[in-house]
Nanobody, 124 residues
């Protein structure tokens, strides 16, 4: 069965960096687009970034563009999110999701699996 296991979260200072990882198993990772999303306490689900199956196409929401970088290593079945210049408003639980398509999208209906997430807290 599909398993997505996020790691790399923790406490960072404003302006700091963290790198999230999502190890995938139970499916042919290289065939599917993947995304990162987050949810802050008391707030709704928010897309963060997505990447196509071959890594050639990416998208970012405006609030993270220029600060976050999504990437994937299909040989290692792993998705990454490099987060730089972190802000307190980036504090949230971060989830990786598996799409049913090879192109990167932000449609809930395109995603069939999500991991348990990893907590990111940005505070001084």
């Amino acid at each position: 069965q599909v398993q997505l296991v996020e790691s790399g979260g923790g406490l960072a200072q404003p302006g700091g960096s963290l790198r999230l990882s999502c190890e995938a198993s139970g499916f042919s990772f290289r065939r599917y687009a993947m995304s990162w999303a987050r949810q802050a306490p008391g707030k709704g689900f928010e897309w963060v970034s997505g990447i196509s199956s071959d890594g050639s196409d990416t998208f970012y929401v405006p609030s993270v563009k220029g600060r976050f970088t999504i990437s994937r290593d299909n040989a290692k079945n792993t998705l990454y999110l490099q987060m730089n210049s972190l802000k307190p408003e980036d504090t949230a639980h971060y989830y990786c999701g598996k799409s049913t398509r090879d192109i990167a999208t932000m449609h809930n209906s395109d995603f069939d699996s999500w991991g348990q997430g990893t907590q990111v807290t940005v505070s001084s």
